[in-house]
């Protein structure tokens, strides 16, 4: 059971940055594309963004194309959520997610059921 843990969540002003990471300590996640959702008091759970196995490639919801940015480091144990130009809007519970299936020339996408191990969320909160 992959154990994944978020850090880097808390309190910024609208059009300030926010970095988050996702970690898991057992297993390199270069094994597993790594997705980001949220979740917003009251709101049904929707998809930030996800980055394939081995990636490299990305895929983004379009409410925040152009403005965040996945990355895995150099080793493989991190990846990362780069959030800038944040709004009131981006506030919410942020989760990593990891699953083994892979994609080859396309994007994994941003459907929860297709993740099977989950992080235990860091909250983010967008407000003046």
């Known amino acids: 059971q992959l154990k994944l843990v978020e850090s880097g969540g808390g309190l910024v002003q609208p059009g300030g940055s926010l970095r988050l990471s996702c970690a898991a300590s057992?297993?390199?996640?270069?094994?597993?594309?790594i997705s980001w959702f949220r979740q917003a008091p009251g709101k049904e759970r929707e998809g930030v963004s996800c980055?394939?196995?081995?990636?490299?490639?990305?895929n983004y919801a379009e409410s925040v194309k152009g403005r965040f940015t996945m990355s895995r480091d150099n080793a493989g144990n991190t990846v990362n959520l780069q959030m800038n130009r944040l709004k009131p809007e981006d506030t919410g519970v942020y989760y990593c997610?990891?699953?083994?299936?892979?994609?080859?020339?396309?994007?994994?996408?941003?459907?929860?059921?297709?993740?099977?191990?989950w992080g235990q969320g860091t909250q983010v909160t967008v407000s003046s």
């Open positions: 997610a990891a699953t083994t299936l892979r994609w080859d020339g396309s994007t994994c996408p941003l459907l929860g059921t297709i993740f099977g191990s």
């Open positions: 980055i394939n196995n081995n990636g490299g490639r990305t």
């Open positions: 057992k297993l390199a996640l270069d094994n597993y594309a």
